[in-house]
């Protein structure tokens, strides 16, 4: 399935594909790739490897994939943000995403989480949640910028969630 990019004011999700994933866990760009420093991050390579899991187990997941974020004007792959898959059996997804150190504290997560978070209610989805350590305080920020609530916290986790 043909997935178009996400644009916002100043990024671009563009959503994986099967061999860009499978270079991203290798870490591997080819020639072409511009990959800012420390891209991918540990968390990229989990979240395709996981997308690889489900496009190779239960085929293309259509808009329920990983995206690679880039800042719009150079085009340079700074982070990833994506789902963790399809909606559950209540229309539910859960989402994930970092960015490398160099561009935290401009909102970017923020831009590019509201912007997932519309692709999710744009394809039917009935809510979103998402999970951050208890002392990850900027990830419960850009939870809550983007506009998820925090719906929970056990002894390692506080949970967001945004019902459409």
């Given at each position: 399935?043909?997935?178009?990019?996400?644009?916002?004011?100043?990024?671009?999700?563009?959503?994986?594909?099967?061999?860009?994933?499978?270079?991203?866990?290798?870490?591997?760009?080819?020639?072409?790739?511009?990959?800012?420093?420390?891209?991918?991050?540990?968390?990229?390579?989990?979240?395709c490897g996981g997308f690889l899991r489900e496009a190779l187990g239960c085929g293309d997941p259509?808009?329920?994939?990983?995206?690679?974020?880039?800042?719009?004007?150079?085009?340079?792959?700074?982070?990833?943000?994506?789902?963790?898959?399809?909606?559950?059996?209540?229309?539910?997804?859960?989402?994930?995403?970092?960015?490398?150190?160099?561009?935290?504290?401009?909102?970017?997560?923020?831009?590019?989480?509201?912007?997932?978070?519309?692709?999710?209610?744009?394809?039917?989805?009935?809510?979103?949640?998402?999970?951050?350590?208890?002392?990850?305080l900027a990830s419960h920020r850009v939870m809550e910028a983007a506009g998820m609530r925090c719906?929970?916290?056990?002894?390692?986790?506080?949970?967001?969630?945004?019902?459409?």
């Amino acid at each position: 399935m043909e997935v178009p990019p996400v644009a916002t004011a100043r990024l671009l999700l563009h959503p994986l594909t099967v061999r860009e994933a499978e270079r991203i866990v290798a870490r591997a760009p080819r020639d072409g790739d511009l990959w800012g420093e420390g891209y991918p991050q540990d968390g990229d390579v989990q979240g395709c490897g996981g997308f690889l899991r489900e496009a190779l187990g239960c085929g293309d997941p259509g808009v329920f994939r990983a995206y690679e974020v880039r800042l719009l004007e150079s085009g340079v792959a700074v982070g990833g943000i994506g789902f963790h898959g399809p909606p559950d059996d209540i229309g539910v997804v859960t989402v994930g995403y970092g960015l490398v150190p160099g561009v935290r504290g401009k909102g970017y997560a923020s831009e590019a989480l509201r912007a997932l978070l519309e692709t999710a209610r744009t394809a039917g989805v009935a809510g979103v949640k998402g999970d951050a350590d208890l002392d990850n305080l900027a990830s419960h920020r850009v939870m809550e910028a983007a506009g998820m609530r925090c719906v929970a916290e056990d002894g390692l986790l506080r949970h967001f969630y945004l019902g459409f």
